[in-house]
């Protein structure tokens, strides 16, 4: 068992937590990621904490673990069971592990193969892999396993804002930017990259994300605050919802046999929509932007969004709404 410190939290963690929260993300077994950031001075300064209590958060005396990084975090995802990635405005990705029972994060790498602000990361299924965007127009693909990059992409000629892998394949993604492009890859292909028609032409996708149970399925956000869900084997006709007044900052589908869909924008509201694009909750608590939102993996009806205001929020859908559970497949 740890030693805790004077001010109540685990020893190795910091003592205080940055006033803007910023990613919250959630491993099988609900254990809950959260990321903060602030400015302090000329300078940004952020951290990671991790939360066996979800509820818990964001009290520091409450985490499991915690650590001060060097930079800012605007991105971070679970690999496998104990490894976190992050993407760090300094630049660099990092792949931290926890250890000692799960109460101290011990940096594995750091490596800064960008030119600027890395601005997501997303894994592969097989939690080996992981592509990284940035504001330097590039993504890269990593080879966790190994530490090392594998090959970089500059298809983009705007900053990278969001990638996203697809659930059930190891060599596709998808990115979006500032190009106004939302493209699709296949690294197995010559020519990997591939644009898809999704928002209007003069507007920027902000965020992407795959579907969980259909690889040829994604939701995509964009600046106008328009969620659209898009079907790549006819992109054209793409549903378009209206969700929000201001931009998209994050989308999460929850593990349903048809899976909810929850977005959060820069106007303080999150809206969930069914699997019929119909708007079926919506919250407007948040006092600032809203910039992470995850579903729990232990309770279905339950999702958890964070942001600027030091907030964060558990939220229910109502039970009339919430489609069937997954079908248990056996092993």
């Given amino acids: 068992m740890s030693k805790a410190s004077p001010w109540g939290s685990p020893m190795r963690a910091p003592a205080c937590m940055e006033s803007q929260l910023g990613v919250v993300r959630y491993r099988r077994d609900g254990t809950m990621l959260l990321s903060a950031s602030s400015l302090n001075s000329r300078t940004w300064g952020g951290s990671i904490w991790v939360f066996k209590d979800p509820t818990g958060a964001p009290n520091e005396s409450l985490c499991t673990a915690g ?22 405005d300094s630049g660099a990705v990092e792949l931290w592990e926890l250890l000692d029972n799960e109460s101290l994060l011990v940096n594995k790498f750091t490596k800064y193969e960008h030119d600027d602000i890395v601005t997501s990361v997303s894994v592969f299924p097989g939690g080996t892999l992981a592509v990284s965007g940035s504001k330097d127009f590039s993504v890269q693909i990593w080879d966790l396993s190994q530490k090392t990059p594998l090959k970089a992409y500059k298809a983009h000629s705007g900053q990278v804002n969001c990638v996203s892998t697809c659930p059930g394949k190891e060599d596709v993604f998808l990115s979006c930017g500032e190009d106004k492009r939302v493209l699709l890859w296949d690294t197995r292909n010559p ?72 977005s959060i924008s820069e106007d303080c509201s999150v809206v969930v929509l069914n ?14 932007f809203i910039t ?40």
């Fill in 67 to 88: 650590v001060q990084t060097e930079t800012s975090i605007a991105d971070a995802a679970w690999v496998l069971e104990r490894g976190i990635l992050v993407a760090a």
């Fill in 292 to 331: 992470g939102v995850a579903w729990s993996p232990t309770d279905l009806s339950s999702f958890t969004t964070v942001g600027w205001d030091h907030k964060v929020l558990h939220h229910s859908v109502p039970k009339d709404d919430q489609p069937d559970p997954p079908t248990e497949t056996k092993d």
């Fill in 275 to 288: 699997s019929d694009s119909s708007e079926v909750f919506k919250d407007q608590t948040h006092q600032d």
């Fill in 191 to 262: 020519k990997p990259a591939k644009s898809i028609n999704v928002c209007a032409s003069n507007v920027s996708p902000t965020y992407v994300i795959w579907h969980p149970n259909k690889d040829d399925t994604f939701a995509c956000g964009d600046e106008t605050g328009t969620v659209y869900i898009v079907n790549l084997k006819n992109p054209e006709s793409a549903q378009a919802v209206e969700a929000h007044s201001r931009s998209i900052t994050g989308l999460a589908y929850s593990d349903h046999s048809s899976p909810l869909l929850a």
